[in-house]
């Protein structure tokens, strides 16, 4: 039961003919998910997200770079000011996702890997998340972002003179006196070049595999072909 | 389009068109200034040569000082730090005075030592007298890392930390009453010198004045400087006794010269002043000092010295090692060569080979050469003044003289050769030439310029290193008069920049600086980028007194209040806007030991603390950490505060402070 499962979610193997004969069609596929594989590998030791704020007093501005699993730059002067109007300590936000982020984009990475042997439509299933990785990443930066702007203590000195706000996830904004602009990071592109790079694997794989995967198909359903090796 | 709205379109096109040429060709016609600017100019009274100061000397905002100078805050005790071209106060640095702003005396254990060292005796002293600053060389270009500077009134000098303009050290001499040839530094900071001035017993000694020949003596001090440690070595220094003629201004010499000092005098005729018993034999030092035609350039082998003091070939005087005059001219540690009148001034040419003495009552610099006076100690065969010390022959040993007005008093250098002397009668500073390697035409007064009024010491950038900057010369006026508003009757000092880049007789007045703080002697100059202090103290939990954090700082986390008997312990921590804790309640009587750290990271995030009553002020900067020490004699309720404004919140950072009666 478990080996016909199994089989079924490697899918069909192809011919050494095949394989010599159409190298470059099958290369391709392989070569792509590997490639995301690796860029997403290295994004993790890149900024995913860069912020900037400016105000009167501060002539040389404030900086806030997110990684994967922290903050870097003027965190400290920033969790100060942000005292006076109640925003919530940074220590409390996504802590899940970023004590599971550096793991979890290896594993990414893995099941990338891992979806080189899979030739069936199953690849969906491992190399899918990679696509959806970078719009996970931003519904969560905005969620948290959202979060922040509206977690806002009452009892703060300038929680009532700033109001709620939510900090936008691109662009410019304004904080209290704070003007800000905030930009991806180089490692939040490259998340999006491996989306990308295993969006293309898939077809790839899809031109691959498919007249195989019909070819199989068709076996199941009439007659076993002999050539077909497993 | 029809004719008419053709011709009309021409017609305004060209009426643009020669508008727009007009307006190019009228501001052409000023070539540098725009019309609204002449106008101002004109408004104000401004000349053209007013302007151009006013250009080479205004800085825009966010714009930085291209020099910064330490200027000597005469009995204000401090040191005085000013930023050129602008000539703006930036900062007055606390050293001798108790400086609430700073923090300074108010409290702080650290200061409680500093002061405690720079005791005389039982009496705790609160002021001084600062006359010469020295920036720390290396190489005998100024490094940007200490400065140094005595106390004329009590004989004492003191250490600054270039890293946060704050003073380290203050040293009580333990011979000398007074002093004034200090501080001056060699050529690589081994050595600070502070020479003596007015003549007493050594050691705070009684004599009556009929004793003055036999009991009354100079001294000159050589301190140590440990430069890893940041301060002056007590245990490794030492003092050498000289004739009682009352030394004056030293300075260190360098390149060929290195490795001796050299000292003028002005009281060899040994004048006591007006005997109130015997005023027909007896005149007042303003006469009896000057009597002379010359008094002695001390000429002091600081080689052969040291290596004397650390042969061990001295005797303690109150604990302190001093090579005695005898030894001294045993070891043939110093030699005297004729200086005319009554000298002020001895500065050493960039180069070494020259040693300028400023005539002060002679209207002559007079310049030795190092390598004639070389030559006249080889050749032996000299006088020996009273005390057996040897005399070299004036003839022997003067290179040049250069009549250069009246009342020179002090000489400083730039990098075209020239040298430039003040003039305090004349009110005036002469520039004049160097020979030897320096200029052609050398020898002679090239220019002079009017300063208002009676100027003391006068500084050019970097101008007593071995590569002066020129550019700038600061003449030190002592007289204000009518170039300020006068606030009352004590008129401020005067400041005036000077340009002095141009080569030839002219110099160009700049700028004229109040100073209504203290009464500078002399400055020293350095360019702003071989200085490098601190935005904020490197790691929290910062000792400023040993420049290293201290493991017992307090810390986020360690705050509070702990009680052993009768004393008490608070840790305490701040941060914009609140003290932790907000609270601290003890019994009167307890002795309570207080430490406070300014946990912040961010520059000029400063907070202060103060507890009324009880005479405390603080001034923290990021990162530091402070220990005040008292005990709670009075009993109530007191709140602490931060008196640095340091946030919206400033006024809410404050504490209760109760101390419950017994």
Redesign the interface.
């Known amino acids: 039961m478990i080996n016909q499962l199994v089989d079924r979610i490697l899918g069909p193997r192809i011919p050494q003919v095949e394989v010599a004969d159409q190298r470059g069609l099958y290369q391709r596929p392989r070569t792509l998910f590997t490639a995301a594989a690796l860029v997403l590998a290295v994004s993790i030791m890149l900024p995913y997200w860069e912020l900037r704020l400016k105000a009167p007093q501060f002539?040389k501005g404030l900086r806030v770079t997110a990684w994967v699993n922290r903050l870097e730059g003027?965190v400290?002067?920033l969790e100060?000011l942000n005292h006076?109007i109640g925003i919530p300590s940074f220590e409390d936000g996504a802590v899940l996702e970023r004590s599971v982020a550096i793991a979890g984009i290896l594993g990414l990475a893995g099941l990338l890997l891992a979806g080189l042997y899979i030739h069936s439509r199953w690849v969906m299933v491992f190399v899918g998340p990679a696509v959806l990785f970078p719009v996970f990443f931003l519904a969560d930066l905005q969620f948290w972002l959202w979060n922040y702007g509206h977690s806002l203590d009452p009892r703060a000195?300038?929680s009532g003179a700033v109001g709620e706000f939510t900090p936008p996830i691109f662009g410019p904004g304004k904080i209290a006196q704070f003007d800000t602009f905030a930009w991806p990071g180089f490692g939040f592109m490259l998340a999006i070049l491996a989306a990308v790079l295993t969006a293309r694997g898939l077809i790839a794989h899809r031109r691959a595999y498919r007249p195989l995967i019909a070819a199989a198909s068709l076996d199941e359903a009439g007659q076993p072909d002999s050539e077909v090796s497993a | 389009m029809g004719r008419v709205h053709r011709s009309i379109f021409s017609a305004a096109l060209f009426t643009a068109l020669a508008l727009v040429a007009g307006a190019c060709g009228s501001s052409s016609d000023d070539s540098v200034i725009s019309e609204s600017s002449a106008a101002i100019a004109t408004e104000r009274g401004l000349s053209e040569a007013d302007i151009n100061a006013a250009l080479k000397t205004y800085t825009p905002s966010g714009q930085i000082d291209e020099y910064i100078m330490f200027a000597s805050g005469g009995h204000s005790g401090q040191v005085f730090v000013i930023g050129m071209p602008s000539m703006r106060l930036i900062k007055e640095i606390g050293v001798f005075t108790p400086e609430p702003w700073q923090g300074y005396g108010y409290g702080d254990e650290n200061h409680e030592d500093l002061f405690a060292a720079g005791a005389a005796g039982d009496e705790e002293l609160t002021w001084g007298d600062t006359h010469h600053p020295a920036l720390s060389e290396t190489g005998g270009d100024y490094d940007g890392e200490y400065l140094f500077i005595n106390d004329k009134a009590n004989g004492r000098v003191a250490t600054i930390d270039l890293r946060d303009f704050e003073t380290k050290q203050i040293i009580k001499n333990p011979i000398s009453i007074n002093d004034h040839g200090g501080t001056f530094a060699t050529p690589d900071t081994e050595w600070v010198i502070e020479g003596g001035q007015y003549a007493t017993p050594l050691a705070w000694d009684y004599a009556p004045l009929d004793d003055y020949e036999t009991d009354y003596r100079g001294m000159i001090t050589f301190w140590k400087f440990d430069r890893a440690a940041g301060r002056l070595d007590y245990d490794a220094s030492f003092a050498m006794e000289l004739p009682p003629y009352w030394q004056d201004v030293c300075d260190a010499g360098k390149l060929v010269s290195e490795g001796w000092i050299f000292c003028n005098s002005f009281n060899v005729e040994m004048s006591t002043g007006m005997d109130p018993a015997d005023p027909e034999n007896s005149e007042p030092f303003e006469a009896g000092a000057s009597a002379g035609e010359n008094d002695y350039l001390h000429i002091i082998n600081l080689e052969a010295t040291t290596a004397v003091a650390a042969a061990g070939k001295t005797v303690e005087v109150n604990g302190f090692p001093m090579i005695t005059l005898d030894t001294v001219i045993e070891e043939n540690l110093l030699y005297f060569a004729p200086e005319p009148k009554s000298p002020h001034g001895v500065d050493i040419t960039p180069g070494g080979e020259y040693m300028v003495v400023s005539g002060k009552l002679d209207p002559h610099v007079t310049i030795y050469s190092f390598e004639k006076i070389q030559k006249a100690i080889a050749a032996g065969g000299f006088e020996t003044d009273q005390y057996g010390v040897p005399l070299l022959a004036f003839d022997d040993v003067v290179e040049a003289q250069v009549e250069v007005g009246l009342g020179p008093l002090h000489t400083q250098f730039d990098d075209q050769g020239y040298a430039y002397t003040s003039l305090f009668l004349d009110s005036d500073v002469a520039r004049w030439s160097l020979g030897g390697p320096y200029r052609e035409d050398g020898w002679k007064l090239e220019g002079t310029i009017d300063v208002h009024y009676n100027i003391g010491h006068l500084a050019t950038a970097e101008g007593d290193t071995v590569s002066p900057d020129g550019k700038y010369l600061v003449a030190l006026n002592k007289w204000s008069l009518d170039r300020f508003f006068h606030p009352g009757p004590l008129y401020p000092q005067n400041f005036q920049l000077i340009d002095i880049d141009e080569p030839g007789p002219e110099m160009q007045l700049l700028y004229d600086m109040p100073i209504g703080n203290g009464e500078p002697h002399y400055a020293q100059i350095i360019k702003a980028d071989k200085l490098n202090p601190y935005t904020v103290y490197p790691e929290v939990g910062w000792d400023p007194g040993t420049m290293s954090v201290d493991p017992d700082a307090p810390q986020v986390g360690t705050e509070g209040v702990i009680r052993d008997g009768d004393n008490v312990t608070v840790n305490m921590t701040l941060v914009r806007s609140h003290f932790t804790p907000e609270r601290v309640e003890i019994f009167e009587g307890d002795h309570v030991t207080w430490n406070l750290t300014n946990i912040e990271t961010s520059e000029d995030a400063t907070h202060g603390f103060t507890i009324p009553g009880y005479n405390i002020n603080l001034s923290l900067e990021p990162g530091e950490t402070a220990t005040i020490e008292f005990d709670a004699d009075n009993s109530g309720v007191f709140t602490f505060y931060c008196t640095e404004f340091c946030s919206a919140l400033h006024l809410e950072m404050a504490g209760y402070f109760l101390v419950e009666p017994k």
């Open positions: 002539p003027d400290q002067e100060g006076y000195p300038l």
